[in-house]
C-alpha cells in the first residue's frame, strides 16, 4: 500500500501481490506468503522429505514476493546445491541455509550449549537467530559437570533478554541457568547423550520437571523451535511496546 501510495507500484500489480498473499499452490506445496504478517516469523522450509527440486522450487516462490527472511533447514547437500543454484546469493551453514536475512536488532539472546556434543543443535539455533537479525552471545561448553563454567557468565546471564539452553545428558543446565537469570529461558533436549538419557527424552522430562519456574522447554534436538520462540517473545514485546507508545530503549 506504501508502494502504491508513492507511485512505485501501480494498482494492477499491487492487486497481484495480493492475489497471492496468503499462498501460492504449487501443486506439491502451498507457499504461506502471509506468514510474516500473520506471526512476525520467516516461511522455513523444511528439508527432509522434499526432493532437492522441490526445496529449490519453494525457495523460488519465497524470494519471489519481497519481505522476511528465508531459510532452508535440515537440508542434504543435493538439496542445498539445488536450492543455491536456482536462487543465488543464499549463505549455507551446514544444513540451514539462509537468504535475504532481516537487518540487525538490539535485543541480547544469550545461547548456552552444555557440550561440544550439543553444538550441532545450538548452531541451527543461532543460524536462525541471526536470519531474523539477533547476534546471538555463544556460551560453548558451560554443561554442570563443571558448574564454575556457567557460573563465570552470570554477568552475562543477567544482561540477557532471553537465553537459550541446549543440553543432552540429564538436561540440568535448563534448571541451573533459570535460578540464575530473570530473562525468560528456552531450554532444548538434546539426543546426546550415555545409555539412560534414551536419546533426547531423559533431559526433556527433566526440563520439563524443572524447579526453575517458567522455563519453556522445545523437542529433542529443535533449535529451530527454540529460536521462533525468542522470536515469538520478542514479537510480543513489541507490540506491547507500540500500544504503550513507548521507545524501545
Not at 501501480?10 to 510474516?36: C, E
Not at 527440486?53 to 519481497?66: S, W
Amino acid at each position: 500500500m506504501d508502494d502504491v501510495r508513492s507511485g512505485a507500484l501501480s494498482a494492477d500489480d499491487a492487486v497481484r501481490q495480493l492475489r497471492r498473499l496468503p499462498f501460492a499452490d504449487l501443486g506439491f506445496a502451498r507457499v504461506d506468503h502471509h506468514r510474516n504478517l500473520r506471526q512476525g516469523l520467516a516461511e522455513v522450509v523444511y528439508g527432509p522429505g522434499k526432493t532437492p527440486d522441490q526445496c529449490a522450487a519453494i525457495v523460488k516462490e519465497l524470494l519471489d514476493q519481497p519481505g522476511s527472511p528465508v531459510l532452508l533447514t535440515r537440508a542434504s547437500a543435493e538439496q542445498a546445491a539445488a536450492s543455491l543454484g536456482l536462487n543465488p546469493g543464499g549463505e549455507r551453514y551446514e544444513a540451514t541455509l539462509v537468504w535475504r536475512p532481516a537487518p540487525p536488532r538490539p535485543e541480547r539472546v544469550v545461547l548456552a550449549a552444555a557440550g561440544t556434543a550439543d553444538l550441532r543443535v545450538a548452531d541451527e539455533c543461532g543460524v536462525v537467530l541471526a536470519a531474523h537479525g539477533l547476534a546471538p552471545q555463544r556460551l560453548n561448553d558451560v554443561g554442570v559437570a563443571g558448574l564454575h563454567r556457567i557460573l563465570n557468565e552470570v554477568d552475562s546471564l543477567a544482561e540477557a533478554d532471553a537465553v537459550v539452553v541446549v543440553a543432552g545428558m540429564e538436561g540440568a543446565l535448563a534448571s541451573v541457568v533459570g535460578g540464575l537469570t530473570a530473562a525468560p529461558v528456552v531450554a532444548v533436549p538434546t539426543s546426546a547423550g550415555y545409555g539412560s538419557s534414551l536419546e533426547g527424552v531423559t533431559p526433556l522430562l527433566a526440563m520439563m520437571s524443572s524447579c526453575a519456574a517458567g522455563v519453556t522447554v522445545v523437542g529433542v534436538d529443535n533449535g529451530f523451535g527454540a529460536a521462533c520462540a525468542v522470536l515469538r517473545l520478542f514479537k510480543t514485546r513489541d507490540r506491547a511496546v507500540s500500544r504503550a507508545g513507548l521507545t524501545d530503549g
